[in-house]
């Protein structure tokens, strides 16, 4: 996927986020046409797998564009959708891809109100987790979490209409961390076996998702 460079902002036209900026590490062709910013760990294991830099679009602001074409927000109740009718604990919707998990949580009235009117007043929180697949380090992925942001006061804009969700929000990105895959003995202390995490102080870096998906029918 191409990586567009728009001003103020860099324009990404799915969740592919800075992938293309990941490919190779720094230097080269890649970081002047991109406008990269590299940057080492700052935390984690001395290891080898943490000696990698990583480099980014050097851009403040970064949008990513989540449209119908990416997939949709699918219905998440106790074991499958065929269950969220019968959820009265909470109504959630995911989307689900390589590089982005979107959990959006509802109040379980939502089920018998599926207006705009309904989705607004029944929004409580969302979170997200933005990945950079492993086919970009040989070490393993890179990935920052979202924690919980509650309140429909997220959103810059949030609209549903003709069974889509579309709605704006803007995130801050502080830093990325890399798991990797490890035989050092420091990688063996944990609760998951040969696995070690590498930190990356990129940020501030304001994010906007502008997403536009068809929602799962309940």
Same mark, same amino acid.
């Given at each position: 996927?191409?990586?567009?460079?728009?001003?103020?902002?860099?324009?990404?036209?799915?969740?592919?986020?800075?992938?293309?900026?990941?490919?190779?590490?720094?230097?080269?062709?890649?970081? !002047?046409?991109?406008?990269? !910013?590299?940057?080492?760990?700052?935390?984690?294991?001395?290891?080898?797998?943490?000696?990698?830099?990583?480099?980014?679009?050097?851009?403040?602001?970064?949008?990513?564009?989540?449209?119908?074409?990416?997939?949709v927000l699918s219905c998440d109740g106790y074991g499958g959708a065929q269950h969220c009718r019968g959820n009265d604990v909470y109504?959630?919707?995911?989307?689900?891809?390589?590089?982005?998990?979107?959990?959006?949580?509802?109040?379980?009235?939502?089920?018998?109100?599926?207006?705009?009117?309904?989705?607004?007043?029944?929004? !409580?929180?969302?979170?997200?987790?933005?990945?950079?697949?492993? !086919?970009?380090?040989?070490?393993?992925?890179?990935?920052?979490?979202?924690?919980?942001?509650?309140?429909?006061?997220?959103?810059?804009?949030? &609209?549903?209409?003709?069974?889509?969700? &579309?709605?704006?929000?803007?995130?801050?990105? &502080?830093?990325?961390?890399?798991?990797?895959?490890?035989?050092?003995?420091?990688?063996?202390?944990?609760?998951?076996?040969?696995?070690?995490?590498?930190n990356y102080a990129i940020g501030p870096r304001v994010v906007t998702f502008d997403i536009d998906l068809p929602v799962e029918t309940?």
């Amino acid at each position: 996927m191409s990586l567009n460079i728009t001003k103020p902002a860099v324009q990404l036209t799915t969740v592919a986020l800075v992938l293309s900026a990941l490919t190779s590490g720094c230097g080269g062709e890649n970081q !002047e046409a991109t406008q990269l !910013e590299c940057f080492d760990a700052f935390a984690g294991p001395d290891i080898a797998e943490c000696d990698r830099q990583v480099c980014v679009p050097a851009a403040q602001s970064w949008r990513v564009e989540v449209g119908p074409d990416d997939g949709v927000l699918s219905c998440d109740g106790y074991g499958g959708a065929q269950h969220c009718r019968g959820n009265d604990v909470y109504q959630a919707f995911i989307f689900e891809s390589d590089d982005l998990y979107l959990y959006l949580s509802f109040d379980p009235q939502l089920v018998g109100d599926l207006t705009p009117a309904g989705f607004e007043s029944s929004f !409580e929180y969302l979170w997200l987790n933005v990945y950079f697949p492993q !086919e970009q380090s040989e070490e393993g992925v890179f990935y920052t979490q979202v924690s919980a942001r509650r309140g429909i006061e997220t959103f810059e804009s949030f &609209k549903y209409e003709d069974g889509r969700l &579309k709605a704006v929000f803007s995130v801050e990105f &502080k830093s990325l961390r890399q798991e990797v895959q490890s035989d050092d003995d420091a990688c063996f202390a944990g609760d998951i076996q040969g696995w070690c995490g590498c930190n990356y102080a990129i940020g501030p870096r304001v994010v906007t998702f502008d997403i536009d998906l068809p929602v799962e029918t309940l």
